[in-house]
């Protein structure tokens, strides 16, 4: 399968056009970052460092109670000797479960005492843009938050809406998660980081074993529409159609007529 022809020049783009967007959105703002411990949020916190230097980037380490891997993203942020700050979301997050589960009236329209799994597992990414935003909007100059997913995910639609999908800028929108770890590896960061299996941290299973098919036939799939398997077919182009709405603009009414 063909990846990124020259990892390092690529990279050096992706310098430059963080470089330029924040000449453009924010000369003096400082990237912020939320650092999960996985190669996404790693890989974009080393090109961020690297377009900005280390001082305008902050990483923000968003644990939901305990993190069983947050001694990675400690890790990753000592390692790019990058600011940084850890705060815990758990009691927000169940700050938020409590109002809604002793909601009576909302008990009598979902038919539901307590979150749905997709709640459980979605809440959090948007608790964590959340305080990214909050974050950001306190420093002195201002700070504009990092997009982090990239293109396979976004493909099937692997992401939360207005959680790990929103932010001001993205690097790796385009890139696959092949190519996402060979900027990682050209970037020079630990190799336990850019080889570490994908995982949501949250149901504890790997991002592969949820999604059904592995990222290596999704990367080869996206790029040749070539795939082996004609199950696997259905289920990458159902996930895809069903999850466009994740990577639309909003859709809005266009009055220009009626006037």
């Not at 020259?6 to 430059?16: A, Q, R």
């Not at 692997?158 to 696959?176: E, I, M, R």
């Not at 074993?209 to 070539?226: A, S, V």
Request: aromatic fraction near 6%; proline fraction near 4%.
């Amino acid at each position: 399968m063909n990846m990124l022809k020259n990892p390092e020049k690529t990279k050096n783009e992706i310098v430059s056009w963080i470089q330029k967007y924040f000449e453009e959105n924010g000369p003096e703002c400082t990237a912020v970052v939320g650092i999960s411990g996985g190669k996404d949020s790693s890989i974009t916190a080393a090109l961020c460092k690297e377009a900005l230097g280390k001082d305008r980037v902050l990483g923000v380490l968003m644990p939901n109670g305990v993190q069983s891997d947050i001694d990675d993203s400690r890790h990753l942020v000592e390692a790019l000797d990058i600011p940084h700050v850890e705060l815990n979301i758990e009691e927000a997050f169940n700050g938020m479960k409590h109002m809604i589960e002793s909601s009576d009236e909302l008990k009598a329209i979902t038919n539901r005492d307590e979150l749905s799994n997709d709640t459980k597992v979605n809440l959090p990414p948007r608790l964590r843009m959340a305080t990214l935003y909050a974050v950001a909007q306190m420093l002195p100059n201002g700070g504009r938050v990092a997009n982090t997913c990239n293109n396979s995910e976004d493909y099937v639609g692997y992401s939360t809406k207005y959680g790990d999908a929103a932010g001001d800028f993205s690097p790796l929108a385009h890139v696959l998660v092949e190519e996402v770890r060979q900027l990682g590896r050209v970037l020079g960061l630990p190799s336990y980081l850019v080889e570490k299996t994908p995982s949501d941290g949250l149901s504890g299973m790997s991002d592969e074993d949820k999604l059904g098919f592995t990222y290596e036939t999704l990367d080869h799939y996206i790029l040749t529409g070539e795939i082996d398997d004609e199950k696997t077919k259905e289920r990458i182009d159902r996930m895809h159609k069903l999850n466009l709405h994740k990577l639309r603009i909003m859709p809005s009414f266009d009055t220009s007529n009626e006037r």
